[in-house]
C-alpha cells in the first residue's frame, strides 16, 4: 500500500483503525529514538508522510532482547528507502501511525547524508534531486506545473479538441520571428535542421486537413537569452479552432483562465499548502479591453503615422523625439518599437485586473488576419494578448487564410530580414512553400490561440524565475550540472 492510499484509508477514522496487516515503503525523512525499547521513524513517499513505531514489544519476529533491538535499528539513517510491515493504529496524541510487527527492511541505504534544508542556491541546483526532498515549496511548484497541465488538457477534451503531437525537427522553425537551434541528422546529412520555434504552422495544416479543434502541449526552443522569464527550451499550449473568430478567443480564454483559477486554488488549498493561492480576482463582468493604437495615442498625445506605410518607423521616431528631447531610440525595427511602447505604456494597467490589449498594427502580426481599424484608419490585426499582474499570459488571433496575403506578409518578413530591420538569423531566410500550398487548399477561418506554460506555472505558483517551474532549472542551471560532475 502507498503512504497516500493509507492515509487517505485511515486519516478519517477517529478510532483505532481495522487490525489488518499493511506493508509500506517510503524514505525515513526522521529517526527519534524514545528509550532502549522504541523507536519511531517518519517516512515519506507519495509526496506524504506518516509515522512509524517500531517498539520491541510489539514485534511478532524475531525474538529479540534490548541490546539486539538497539543494534538492529542502529543502522537506519535518514534517507534510507525501507519497507515496514504492522498495523494502522493511532497514539495516544491521535496522530496516525503505523505499529511495526517486523524490523524494517532496508530497500536501498542513503550513502550520502540528507541535509535538513538547503538555502543555498548553487547548492539547490546542482542537487536539484535533494533540494526536491528537503524543500517543499520547490516540490510542490513542480506538482502543481503537472496540475495544470492536466487541468488545461481536461477543459480541452471538455471542449472536444484533439491533441496532436507535431513535428519537432524539420528544416525550418516554423511560426514565430526568433533566432533556432540549428541542427543535422544523420539520414540528412546535406540539410540543415532546425528544432521549431513554434508548432503553429503545422497545426494550422492539420486545421485545412479536417481537423476543425486542436491543441497541442509540447516543446519549443528559440536561440536567444536567459533571463527570469526566458529560457530557450520552453513548454508552449497552442490550440486552433475552425470557425472562431476573436470575441470567441476572448471568451474561450475568459473561461480558460478562470477553469485553472478554481483548480489551482482547490489544489493549493487542499494539497500542495506550502504554496499561496492566487491572489488575483476574477472579473464578474467582461474583462477589460484597451485598442493598441487608440491608447497609445492618448498616452503619447499624437497620432501615430500610417504604420503600414515605408517611412512609417522614421516617422514614428520623429514624433516621439519631438516630444521627449531626450529620449534615445536604439535601432530596432518597426514592430519592436511598438512592442516597446506597449510593454512601456500600457502592460501595467492589468496589474489591478486582466487586460486584454486588442487590435495590434499589422506589422506586428504577419500569421493574423488584417483590416483597416474604423477608429484610425489603420491597417491592424483581429488579435488579442492578454496580461495580468503586467505579465502576458496568452496571444490569440484570427489566422490569415488567404494563401496570397500570407505570401505577401511573409515576404515582407524577408524584405525585413534582409534590410536589417531584424537580427541575423531571426525570422524566416524563405518563404514556406509547402504552407502557402496547403493554404491553397482551403483554411476554415480559424482562431489560434498560444500561451507558455511555464510562464503560467509561474503566475499560479508565485514562483519568481522560470527555472522555479522546471524540474531541473533553467538552461544555465542544467549546463552548471553537467560541468560539476566532471
Known amino acids: 500500500m502507498t503512504i497516500p492510499a493509507f492515509r487517505q484509508k485511515f486519516d478519517s477514522e477517529a478510532s ?25 521513524l517518519h517516512i515519506l513517499g507519495g509526496y506524504q508522510q506518516v509515522q512509524v513505531m517500531v517498539g520491541l514489544g510489539s514485534l511478532s519476529s524475531p525474538s529479540l532482547n534490548p541490546e539486539d533491538f538497539k543494534k538492529a535499528l542502529h543502522p537506519l539513517r535518514r534517507g534510507d528507502i525501507i519497507s515496514v510491515t504492522g498495523t494502522a493504529i493511532r497514539t495516544k496524541s491521535g496522530e496516525l501511525t503505523l505499529e511495526a510487527l517486523n524490523l524494517p527492511t532496508i530497500l536501498s541505504p542513503a550513502l550520502a547524508p540528507l541535509p535538513e534544508k538547503l538555502t543555498n542556491e548553487e547548492t539547490k541546483i546542482l542537487n536539484r534531486h535533494v533540494d526536491l526532498l528537503v524543500n517543499q515549496r520547490t516540490s510542490n511548484i513542480i506538482r502543481l506545473r503537472s496540475h495544470i497541465i492536466k ?22 522553425a516554423g511560426g514565430a520571428i526568433a533566432r533556432p537551434f ?71 480564454t475568459e473561461s480558460l483562465i478562470t477553469r485553472l483559477h478554481r483548480d489551482v486554488d482547490q489544489i493549493i488549498a487542499t494539497r500542495l499548502t506550502s504554496l499561496q493561492k492566487p491572489q488575483f480576482s476574477i472579473p464578474k463582468a467582461q474583462w477589460k479591453q484597451v485598442e493598441f493604437i487608440p491608447a497609445l495615442e492618448d498616452i503619447l498625445g499624437f497620432r501615430f503615422p500610417d504604420l503600414s506605410k515605408p517611412d512609417a518607423l522614421e516617422k514614428l521616431i520623429s514624433l516621439l523625439t519631438e516630444r521627449n528631447a531626450s529620449l534615445t531610440i536604439s535601432s530596432m525595427p518597426l514592430n519592436k518599437l511598438l512592442d516597446h511602447l ?32 474604423p477608429k484610425t484608419g489603420q491597417l491592424v490585426s483581429a488579435r488579442a494578448e492578454l496580461f495580468i499582474e503586467g505579465r502576458e499570459m496568452a496571444n490569440m488571433y484570427e489566422e490569415e487564410n488567404d494563401p496570397f496575403e500570407q505570401r505577401r506578409k ?11 530591420h531584424v537580427t541575423d538569423g ?61
Not at 512601456?344 to 504577419?366: R, Y
Request: charge should be negative; aromatic fraction near 10%; glycine fraction near 8%.
Open 182 to 252: 540549428l541542427t543535422a541528422a544523420t539520414a540528412f546529412s546535406e540539410k540543415q535542421l532546425s528544432m521549431r520555434i513554434a508548432p503553429e504552422l503545422w497545426l494550422k495544416r492539420l486545421v485545412v486537413g479536417g481537423n476543425d479543434r486542436i491543441f497541442e502541449i509540447g516543446p519549443s526552443f528559440r536561440n536567444e537569452g536567459l533571463d527570469t522569464t526566458h529560457n530557450p527550451e520552453f513548454t508552449t499550449c497552442e490550440f486552433y479552432s475552425a470557425y472562431f473568430n476573436l470575441t470567441e478567443l476572448i471568451q474561450f
Open 410 to 420: 511573409f515576404e515582407l518578413q524577408i524584405q525585413s530580414r534582409g534590410s536589417g
Open 151 to 172: 487541468s488545461m488538457r481536461d477543459f480541452f477534451h471538455e471542449q472536444d479538441f484533439l491533441e496532436v503531437q507535431t513535428p519537432i525537427l524539420a528544416d525550418s
Open 342 to 373: 506597449a510593454i512601456t505604456h500600457l502592460e501595467d494597467a492589468s496589474l489591478n485586473q486582466p487586460l486584454f490589449i486588442i487590435h495590434h498594427p499589422a506589422c506586428m502580426s504577419p500569421l493574423s488576419k488584417s483590416f483597416i481599424c
Open 16 to 40: 483505532t483503525p481495522a487490525s489488518e496487516k499493511i506493508t509500506l515503503e517510503g524514505r525515513i525523512m526522521s529517526v527519534r529514538r524514545s528509550g532502549p525499547k522504541l523507536v519511531f
Open 426 to 486: 531571426e525570422g524566416p531566410a524563405e518563404i514556406d512553400e509547402s504552407y502557402v500550398r496547403a493554404l491553397e487548399h482551403g483554411l476554415p477561418p480559424t482562431g489560434g490561440w498560444g500561451c507558455g506554460i511555464d510562464r503560467l506555472v509561474m503566475f499560479f505558483s508565485g514562483a519568481s524565475r522560470i527555472g522555479d517551474t522546471l524540474p531541473f532549472g533553467n538552461l544555465k542551471n542544467i549546463v552548471s550540472l553537467s560541468q560539476a560532475a566532471k
